[in-house]
């Protein structure tokens, strides 16, 4: 059973960082793209970040571009995002998800993880 598993996530404030991860278990990550979705509260689900499979290929929400890095380890089965200089707005639960095919919508993944809340506030 493909099972995914962030962590990483807490409370910082403004102008912090904090570098999630996503761990496979069940299956070889390498086989999927990997994306990462937040949703803040009172708001839809939102697409952050895709890497490919091999990790030659990613892209970012306008939101967090300059900001974030999406990375992979395949050898460790897990997947980063690297958040630097954090705002209030990006306070949400990050999901990472599993899918086929490159793209910041959620309906290309069918395999997800339970979320990590992430607060910035000062």
């Known amino acids: 059973q493909l099972q995914l598993v962030e962590s990483g996530g807490g409370l910082v404030q403004p102008g912090g960082s904090l570098r999630l991860s996503c761990a496979a278990s069940g299956f070889t990550l390498d086989y999927y793209v990997i994306g990462w979705f937040r949703r803040a509260p009172g708001k839809e689900r939102e697409g952050v970040s895709y890497?490919?499979?091999?990790?030659?290929?990613?892209n970012y929400a306008d939101s967090v571009k300059g900001r974030f890095t999406i990375s992979r380890d395949n050898a460790k089965n897990t997947v980063f995002l690297q958040m630097n200089n954090l705002k209030p707005e990006d306070t949400a639960i990050y999901y990472c998800?599993?899918?086929?095919?490159?793209?910041?919508?959620?309906?290309?993944?069918?395999?997800w993880g339970q979320g990590t809340q992430v607060t910035i506030s000062s």
């Open positions: 890497i490919s499979h091999s990790g030659g290929n990613t």
């Open positions: 998800a599993a899918g086929q095919y490159f793209g910041l919508d959620s309906r290309l993944y069918n395999s």
